[in-house]
């Protein structure tokens, strides 16, 4: 989930702060920047995979540092920050509204921190003004294009009078965005201690690390999720919310072939790394334990050296799965399933992935109730087959369809073509097959208007008109007509009112001359 950390560079962060538990003389941005160096601490250890980007701001905007894994080139640039003039919230609001849409689109989930003193600006370009001005006329920048939680994190003194004023400010900026968040502030009157307390809180409830154990069998293994999955909620049966968390032990049901799978609808996926055993690397004694040849502890270097030579269970499924072709049907909570997959970003390098489905038992119609599987030896008969030439999959519905004709797919390129070929052949056929071209005419005109693929009826009538120049003379003269007739009716603007259907244009040629 990437993050954009927003640190406020105006005058009123270069304010002094005198801290009891340091000498000299501090101002606000530095107890800022040593907050900001404590969380990219934490986030290094709990979520290392994570992008990050530091913005500053203050009337204007700037990106100091691009969407990264090098937590240290962040720490570099927070040392070099300068102050300018006063604060805009909005302009940094645009900015990073713009950033995330190029970089990630508008399906990627992402977190926003604004690092703010509590003061929301003055005059024009004041948070307040801007709220009052723009949200009417629905230009202000929030809610956000993408998902995303905002957060607001004030290195002020709790009974700051500039603070208190500006927090209805900021909660007002989170319940516009409707995604979440949370307004940090210190616990008591600034110091290091409280900073960094305050941004380790923040740490804590947003970046936790996900820690479980993969079970197959008698075969386990601790892992760690990245990004760390987060609880869903869902209607029970009195119509009510209702949290659904993650199990603590990741269960693998049973295993099928990639093609029965295909395509599932998926919440997250998330990367599944195995972690290093916490029973080993313990003090020789209760005084501490000896020192190695590099000063860290005997115990220490030895589970360092001899973690990649632990056999790992994770390992070993990630090999099977990918030489197999298959995925593994995990239970990750109750009603709640996911399947573990190799996915390979490269060539030469593949992951093992655990991707999750929805809530539910029947999230994939295809494969029936999830809990209705049961391993191939519970069948008299193989369902796949002596020599696994077949498969049991789709699951037929039991309930008889309602309609006739399949509906229009064009999941794929091909069945789009195949679809303008059949148009094509039939109207080479005109007169003998005009009943034939006008339904198949009105079938893919209603698809195009239900899918909004308006473009596809403009290039039908291209495409009509150019068949019609290039008529044989040996053609009926009524297939010139029809042709043409066709695709004028495809370009009036009551062809995109799916309650019409196209006629053919009546003429006084038979179909028998």
Not at 97 to 119: F, Y
Not at 191 to 202: I, N, P, Y
Not at 350 to 359: D, K
Request: proline share 7%; charged share 20%; aromatic share 8%.
């Amino acid at each position: 989930m990437p993050t954009v950390l927003a640190l406020d560079v105006s005058l009123s962060m270069s304010r002094p702060v005198f801290t009891p538990d340091s000498q000299g003389e501090f101002q606000r941005r530095h107890l800022a920047v040593h907050g900001i160096n404590h969380l990219l601490d934490y986030m290094a250890v709990s979520c290392k995979l994570e992008f990050t980007s530091l913005v500053v701001f203050s009337y204007l905007w700037e990106q100091l540092v691009t969407f990264t894994r090098d937590f240290d080139s962040i720490k570099s640039a927070l040392n070099k920050i300068e102050i300018f003039n006063k604060t805009c919230i909005e302009t940094v609001l645009n900015g990073i509204k713009s950033l995330i849409v190029e970089e990630w689109s508008t399906v990627t989930p992402c977190q926003i921190i604004l690092i703010t003193d509590g003061n929301c600006g003055i005059g024009q370009g004041s948070l307040k003004e801007s709220l009052q001005s723009k949200t009417a006329d629905d230009k202000f920048p929030l809610p956000f294009p993408f998902p995303c939680k905002l957060h607001v994190v004030c290195v002020a003194n709790p009974n700051d009078p500039d603070l208190q004023s500006s927090l209805p400010l900021y909660q007002k900026l989170i319940d516009m965005n409707n995604e979440g968040g949370e307004i940090f502030i210190p616990e008591s009157n600034m110091t290091m201690k409280s900073v960094e307390q305050m941004f380790q809180k923040l740490g804590e409830t947003f970046y936790a690390p996900y820690f479980g154990t993969i079970q197959c069998g008698n075969l386990k293994c601790s892992v760690q999720l990245l990004p760390s999955p987060e609880p869903l909620s869902r209607k029970n049966a009195a119509g009510e919310d209702e949290q659904i968390v993650l199990n603590n032990n990741l269960e693998v049901c049973g295993f099928l072939d990639i093609a029965d799978v295909a395509s599932p609808p998926t919440v997250s996926r998330h990367l599944v790394l195995p972690t290093i055993s916490k029973d080993r690397g313990k003090p020789a004694d209760e005084n501490g334990s000896k020192e190695g040849k590099n000063g860290k502890p005997v115990a220490e270097e030895e589970e360092e050296l001899d973690d990649g030579k632990t056999p790992s269970f994770t390992v070993l499924l990630h090999g099977s799965l990918k030489v197999e072709g298959m995925v593994a049907l995990t239970k990750v909570g109750p009603d709640w399933y996911g399947i573990m997959y190799s996915w390979a970003d490269s060539k030469k390098k593949s992951n093992l992935m655990l991707a999750f489905f929805y809530p539910g038992m029947d999230t994939m119609s295809w494969l029936g109730k999830l809990d209705n599987l049961a391993h191939v030896s519970e069948f008299s008969e193989s369902p796949y087959g002596e020599d696994d030439s077949k498969t049991p999959f789709p699951v037929r519905p039991g309930d008889k369809r309602s309609y006739a004709q399949s509906c229009v797919v064009w999941i794929k390129p091909s069945g789009l073509q195949a679809d303008l070929q059949k148009v094509l052949r039939h109207a080479r056929k005109l007169p003998e097959k005009q009943q034939q071209f006008y339904k198949e005419l009105n079938r893919i005109r209603r698809a195009a208007l239900a899918f909004g693929f308006l473009e596809l009826m403009e290039a039908m009538a291209s495409m009509l008109e150019r068949e019609c120049t290039m008529l044989p003379g040996t053609a009926h003269p009524s297939a010139a007509m029809q042709l043409s007739h066709a695709a004028n009716a495809l370009q009036n603007p009551s062809a995109k009112d799916v309650s019409t259907t196209i006629m053919p244009l009546q003429t006084n040629f038979s179909t028998d001359d």
